[in-house]
């Protein structure tokens, strides 16, 4: 097997968060994946559509990239996801990932 090169494989115990809302236009159903990898932003799965992202605080203030990632129709349906997440997910931690 020398067609490629491990470049980590961690195993860890991790939290997860289930979290289904509605908007005046819209219901989100998300997991969250708090972790340690990824310099500890949380892995946020949109369970309608499998689409992922990492989040920190300077990510969910963006609206545009939120509008693209989650591929959202309006900006106030990315405005209304930013002030969700504000909320709801912690300010990221930098732990150091790789010695």
Not at 25 to 53: A, E, H, W
């Amino acid at each position: 097997m020398n067609f490629y090169q491990k470049l980590y494989d961690e195993s860890e115990n991790v939290k997860v968060r289930f979290i289904g809302f509605t908007t005046e236009d819209v219901r989100y159903d998300f997991g969250i994946v708090y972790t340690n990898m990824f310099f500890g932003k949380p892995l946020v799965v949109c369970m309608q559509t499998g689409r992922s992202t990492l989040l920190d605080a300077e990510d969910i203030k963006n609206c545009e990239h939120l509008k693209e990632i989650f591929r959202l129709s309006s900006m106030k349906e990315a405005i209304d996801l930013s002030a969700f997440f504000e909320e709801k997910l912690p300010a990221a931690y930098l732990e150091p990932q790789y010695d």
